[in-house]
């Protein structure tokens, strides 16, 4: 499946997929691009960003980032130099449990960004964290590979297997 902003609606996957997996309605849209969609690559985080940045300075192939920051609200893993590289690599979005700051400059930038909330303080720059793994949050269970589709409705995840 490929990054077609256009070509897709959460309602209708959701009426089509019944097995489909909704996420919680605890995201906000910070990103330039309302709709986004493609492959999961999962990271899991705590409070620390170093791994988010390396992952998002390599070749995104359309994917979406769906990094686990454990719900943290005590600081942002995701901001406008993030959000840029996610743009260069060519990222079709990021899914933060957790904060992002910068959100004016998010906001400008041509890729989907989700998060639970906005905070000024940057995360702490610990090398810790592990990528590739299954990423259980916001009543859902994200496998990479599984298809992650947000729109205006909401963000649906269908199985990848």
């Known amino acids: 499946m490929t990054n077609a902003p256009a070509a897709f ?8 997929h019944p097995e489909a997996q909704i996420l919680a309605p605890v995201f906000q849209d910070y990103g330039g ?12 985080v705590s409070e620390n ?3 988010v ?3 998002l300075e390599t070749p995104g192939l359309g994917r979406v980032l769906v990094v686990d920051g454990g719900g ?6 995701l901001g406008g130099m993030l959000g ?3 743009v260069q690599s060519g990222w079709a979005g990021v899914i933060i449990y957790g904060c992002v700051r910068d959100t004016a400059e998010l906001r400008a930038l041509p890729v989907g ?8 303080r940057r ?4 090398a810790e964290g592990q990528a590739g793994g299954i990423v259980t949050f916001a009543d859902a269970t994200i496998q990479p590979g599984d298809h992650i589709f947000a729109d205006e409705d909401g963000i649906l995840v269908l199985s990848g297997q």
Do not use: E, M, W, Y
Request: proline letters at 6%; charged letters at 15%; hydrophobic letters at 45%.
């Open 33 to 44: 691009q309302a709709r986004f969609c493609g492959p999961a690559f999962t990271l899991q």
């Open 53 to 55: 940045r390396s992952t």
């Open 84 to 86: 840029q590289f996610a």
């Open 72 to 77: 943290s609200l005590n600081c942002a893993l």
């Open 9 to 16: 609606a959460t309602t209708d996957l959701s009426d089509a």
């Open 113 to 120: 960004i989700r998060a639970l909330a906005a905070h000024p």
């Open 123 to 126: 995360s702490g720059k610990a």
């Open 49 to 51: 960003n170093p791994l």
